[in-house]
Antibody, heavy 124, light 109 residues
């Protein structure tokens, strides 16, 4: 079964750090971009980072310099290191599968597989 | 940054009716890299449409997407009870590479 499973969420104080993990199974992990998307309670979706098959990382301005995404293909895993956390970072964090790339081309078809999410709460 | 504006914010319809959801981009979306997602309470989003008009695997044909440039539409031809949810559009080809609209809630009238 193709799936993504997040872990590592929890309660952290403002200014603290947390590392989220996303474990993939059922597909050739190294051929796909993986992204993190968050959702505060009752709010919409916000993309927070993505990492490509060439280990290229991207971030929106809201988290740039505070969040770092990485991947370990040997473990079929992606990580999100979150530093200098703020109350506004409180949300459910989802990982999602994005663009597929083979040796010759890439195919962009949105985020087709999502994990169940992990809750991050930043509070004193 | 490409900003996506979805309208209406809430759509109140009855089962069997047609739903038309709009997503307008602040600048042209690269290569029609526009997707639609459905999200139900307590669940992760589900991909419905990618490339503005291609249905994702397993998505019923009552869901259809259209549009190009800055104006895109998701149409649900006849609402089923399980279609009442929140719908988001996303562009995935710009800079930054991904942004979402704020969502349209389709509720039972």
């Amino acid at each position: 079964e193709v799936q993504l499973v997040e872990s590592g969420g929890g309660l952290v104080q403002p200014g603290g750090s947390l590392r989220l993990s996303c474990a993939a199974s059922g597909f050739t992990f190294s051929n796909y971009d993986i992204h993190w998307v968050r959702q505060a309670t009752g709010k919409g979706l916000e993309w927070v980072s993505g990492i490509g098959t060439a280990i290229d990382a991207h971030y929106p301005g809201s988290v740039k310099g505070r969040f770092t995404i990485s991947r370990e293909n040997a473990k079929n895993s992606v990580y999100l290191q979150m530093n200098s956390l703020r109350a506004g970072d409180t949300a459910v964090y989802y990982c999602a599968r994005g663009t597929y790339c083979n040796s010759t081309d890439c195919y962009r078809s949105g985020f087709d597989i999502w994990g169940q999410g992990t809750m991050v709460t930043v509070s004193s | 940054e490409i900003v996506l504006t979805q309208s209406p914010g809430t759509l109140s319809l009855s089962p069997g009716e047609r739903a038309t959801l709009s997503c307008r981009a602040s600048q042209s979306v690269t290569s029609r890299y526009l997707a639609w997602y459905q999200q139900k309470p307590g669940q992760a989003p589900r991909l419905l449409i990618y490339g503005a008009s291609s249905r994702a695997t397993g998505i019923p044909d009552r869901f259809s997407g259209s549009g190009s440039g800055t104006d895109f539409t998701l149409t649900i031809s006849r609402l089923e009870p399980e279609d009442f949810a929140v719908y988001y559009c996303q562009q995935y080809g710009g800079s930054p590479p991904n942004t979402f609209g704020h969502g349209t809630k389709v509720e039972i009238k």
